[in-house]
């Protein structure tokens, strides 16, 4: 079992900044990809983010692309989202999702993740 904490969000005004936090304890986080969903009111969950174990695999959803960085630090077992020129519609609760995976790839669906947060809100004003 993998337990995630998210954590830094907040409120900013748009063009702002936040960096999201996702800690994770007990089995071996090394050893999970990890991906940030997001859910914004009355909308389906819909993936922003995710990397790979080694770090080496990264993929991002088109519209946060040159905005959005996913990082990790295995030895605090935590992975990051940085979030850089923030929109309105940026708007959202940011979950964090692992999975224990042989394979070293950054998974994009909810199906692919065994593990969840609790999330944290992130709201955007104009």
């Known amino acids: 079992q993998v337990q995630l904490v998210e954590s830094g969000g907040g409120l900013v005004q748009a063009g702002g900044s936040l960096r999201l936090s996702c800690v994770a304890s007990g089995r071996s986080f090394s050893n999970c990809n990890?991906?940030?969903?997001?859910q914004a009111p009355g909308k389906e969950r819909e993936s922003v983010a995710a990397i790979s174990w080694s770090g080496g695999g990264i993929y991002y959803v088109d519209y946060v692309k040159g905005r959005?960085?996913?990082?990790?630090?295995?030895?605090?077992?935590?992975?990051?989202?940085?979030?850089?020129?923030?929109?309105?519609?940026?708007?959202?609760?940011?979950?964090?999702?692992?999975?224990?995976?042989?394979?070293?790839?950054?998974?994009?669906?909810?199906?692919?993740?065994?593990y969840w947060g609790q999330g944290t809100q992130v709201t955007i004003s104009s």
């Open 34 to 38: 990890v991906g940030w969903f997001r």
């Open 68 to 114: 959005f960085t996913i990082s990790r630090d295995n030895a605090m077992n935590t992975v990051f989202l940085q979030m850089n020129s923030l929109k309105p519609e940026d708007t959202a609760v940011y979950y964090c999702a692992a999975s224990h995976n042989y394979h070293d790839y950054a998974p994009q669906y909810e199906s692919q993740y065994d």
